[in-house]
């Protein structure tokens, strides 16, 4: 790997750290404004919103420039957010904009995987962008966790700069001027990714043509043999563990007894699990064999489960992980393989905007059923019991679609044998 590639996982690893280290400075907000349980499930829906309503548009938008340039504007976007929640507008609504810089940031961020290195080493750059962008949501949960800690903050606020007043008195002022100087790193390694020299497609202003040719690049990777699978476990994969998330913080508060800020924490243990699952499928699947991974989804599906019976933190941890390096093992190959065929059918940012617009249709379902659970007043294992069983059967579902493709493409292979020898 080149030292390029190297700035694009700095600046990708403190993006991330900032976008979940904000995710749980704002779950803190809403409850010190006491705000309903199921708002916080909703701050997921609000950040993923972008993605799906302007999915037609960001993809264009990352195609027609250089990808380090995109990335260094979307990073701006994500500040703007993360200070309007500085000066007390909603969190739902600082939320939705921080998640409009993260639509605008993915279709550049995977994109210039598949500009920048040979299809070959796909996998294997998708292992370390996973493996360290799951490393980034440890760092984050575990840092938004811990600056919400009341020694924490009593100690970053005792903290003054000789000769100068910087205004910040509380808690959530200090936090979120932290996260913030986190996205500015961010910023600064844009700046240092090389161009790629790939040809860019000029904008175009039509908005029409725009919904006419995201429509077309969605059908044509949906149709595709192996894209269809790649994009439906990529999608249930991403709303699954975007639910995942709230599913632990609540059930670390229930069955553990936890506040938010241990809970958090060890929500962490599922990024760890992911981050070791990812660098083994980096170093043991090749793209060829990606889509013999997909049994492991199902059985992430039955481990979930077992979060019902556990009431422990020895038992806890392990399973958390697991349910991770399971996570992880699967998700890597699958997602190399998707950005491969999209690149081949459409060109990279299309087909990353394809795949953003279906995942995060998928976390708007899932969170939305979630919090709509949670408000209906059923209990956290009820919650988990019908999560794990969606996830298994929708995987099950998922196996034997791609299995009965093989079964077809085999068959016209051999008629096609039969014809050619018979001629």
């Not at 909703?42 to 309503?53: I, P």
């Not at 299809?119 to 490393?135: K, M, Q, S």
């Not at 989804?297 to 020895?314: A, S, T």
Request: charged letters at 10%; proline letters at 3%.
């Amino acid at each position: 790997m080149t030292t390029g590639f190297y700035h694009i996982m700095a600046a990708q690893f403190f993006s991330a750290l900032a976008d979940n280290a904000l995710l749980i400075a704002a779950i803190a907000i809403l409850r010190d404004m006491q705000a309903p349980a199921g708002y916080e499930p909703l701050l997921k829906t609000s950040f993923t919103l972008s993605y799906v309503f302007l999915a037609a548009f960001v993809g264009a938008f990352a195609d027609s420039m250089s990808k380090w340039r995109v990335m260094f504007i979307a990073n701006g976007i994500k500040i703007f957010g993360c200070s309007l929640m500085f000066f007390e507008v909603p969190p739902l609504v600082a939320y939705a904009v921080v998640g409009l810089g993260a639509a605008a940031y993915s279709p550049a961020k995977y994109g210039i995987l598949t500009e920048y290195l040979p299809h070959r080493l796909l996998v294997v750059a998708n292992g370390w962008i996973e493996g360290l962008t799951v490393v980034a949501i440890i760092f984050g949960v575990v840092l938004g966790g811990a600056l919400i800690n009341p020694d924490v903050t009593f100690a970053l606020l005792s903290f003054d700069l000789p000769g100068i007043d910087t205004s910040i008195d509380t808690a959530t002022e200090i936090n979120l001027t932290l996260i913030g100087g986190l996205y500015l790193i961010a910023a600064l390694f844009n700046l240092f990714i090389p161009d790629t020299g790939v040809d860019h497609k000029p904008l175009k202003r039509n908005p029409l043509y725009l919904f006419h040719e995201f429509n077309h690049c969605l059908k044509l990777l949906w149709r595709d043999r192996l894209g269809q699978v790649s994009l439906a476990v990529t999608t249930l994969f991403w709303g699954a563990g975007a639910t995942l998330q709230f599913i632990v913080i609540e059930w670390a508060s229930v069955a553990l007894e936890l506040n938010l800020s241990k809970a958090s924490m060890l929500q962490g243990m599922v990024a760890v699990g992911v981050a070791v699952g990812a660098i083994l499928a980096a170093k043991t699947v090749t793209m060829r064999l990606s889509v013999r991974v997909i049994p492991l989804g199902i059985l992430m599906g039955i481990m979930v489960i077992g979060l019902v019976f556990v009431h422990d933190m020895e038992f806890a941890v392990p399973l958390l992980i697991i349910v991770g390096v399971l996570s992880g093992f699967f998700v890597v190959p699958m997602n190399a393989l998707l950005q491969h065929r999209g690149h081949i059918l459409m060109g990279a940012g299309h087909s990353i905007a394809v795949q953003n617009f279906n995942e995060n249709l998928s976390i708007l379902a899932m969170t939305g059923l979630y919090s709509a659970l949670i408000g209906f007043g059923c209990s956290i294992d009820t919650v988990i019991i019908l999560f794990g069983l969606f996830v298994t059967s929708s995987m099950w579902l998922v196996l034997r679609h791609h299995q009965a493709n093989q079964r077809q493409h085999d068959d016209v292979s051999s008629l096609d044998e039969i014809t050619h020898h018979g001629s």
